[in-house]
């Protein structure tokens, strides 16, 4: 069984003083729970001081995104060096608000899990449907094509430092959690396609999070679901109780 995780993408909705705050609270509050694993993502401005809050406690720090190359003319990336170097240890990919408003395609994605991995770091890879694609019945291929296509000569050494969040898009921001058995059936379908491409000990121990407006009431139920390892939280990460509550849940 992996280690569940609840990482909070604070997004850009986090100045660098509500960012310290919030991480404080959070490390505070995380020092009692324990068999979780906790993960902070600020806006990248914020990342070194949220890093040097958090300092001393369990509590992680992640990165919202990443360029593939390590250094050059790339005006307003960050590399991973960059975000190692500021504490951080974790970084979310592919995540639908990249792919679907900044255009990022598998190719650069894929990019990114191995320029992340090179550099250190531990990917968080989102992947998950439009309404549409769940709507004409394609949720597994489109899942199975994100899988494939990201994790592309990822090899088994490689996959272990890698975190797979399934985030519906028609749940992310919206309100509309996915039913804790529609979670459960994708995140199966997640480690059985894992099998198929690392084996089957390795799909065992790769941590499969939920992500799509998680919250304290729904958070126990979906946890419960023995494909769900942990969960990705948006909207309610922003306030340090309700993210603490999951948190809790999850321990
Ligand atoms: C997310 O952005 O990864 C996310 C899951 O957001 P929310 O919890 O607000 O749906």
């Keep these: ?10 997004k850009m909705n986090t100045t660098l003083a509500q960012a310290v705050e919030l991480a404080a609270g959070v490390r505070d509050g995380a020092g009692s729970l324990a068999g979780v694993d906790i993960v902070l993502c600020p806006p990248h401005i914020s990342l070194q001081a949220v890093a040097e809050a958090v300092r001393g406690s369990a509590v992680k720090v992640g990165a919202q995104n990443m360029h593939f190359e390590t250094t050059g003319a790339f005006t307003g990336e960050i590399s991973s060096a960059m975000l190692k170097e500021v504490g ?8 639908s608000e990249r792919r679907h408003l900044f255009g990022e ?22 992947v998950g449907e439009l309404l549409g694609q769940r709507e004409a019945g394609e949720t597994e291929a489109v899942i199975e094509r994100q899988l494939q296509e990201g994790l592309s000569q990822v090899g088994v050494e490689k996959m272990a430092a890698v975190t797979i969040a399934y985030e519906p898009c028609w749940a992310i921001g919206t309100g509309k959690t996915a039913a804790p058995q529609q979670a459960q059936e994708v995140h199966a379908f997640i480690r059985k396609t894992l099998e198929g491409l690392y084996g089957r000990s390795l799909a065992q121990e790769s941590r499969i999070q939920y992500g799509g407006s998680a919250n304290p009431g729904n958070a126990a139920e979906l946890l419960e679901q023995p494909d769900v390892d942990g969960l990705l939280v948006g909207g309610a990460s922003l306030k340090g109780k309700d993210f603490l509550a999951i948190v809790d849940a999850a321990g």
């Design 105 to 126: 395609a598998e190719t650069m994605i894929n990019k990114k899990v191995h320029a992340a991995i090179s550099g250190g770091l531990l990917p968080i890879l989102c």
């Design 88 to 95: 951080c240890t974790y970084v979310i990919l592919g995540h």
């Design 1 to 10: 069984m992996p280690t569940s995780m609840v990482a909070g993408n604070w």
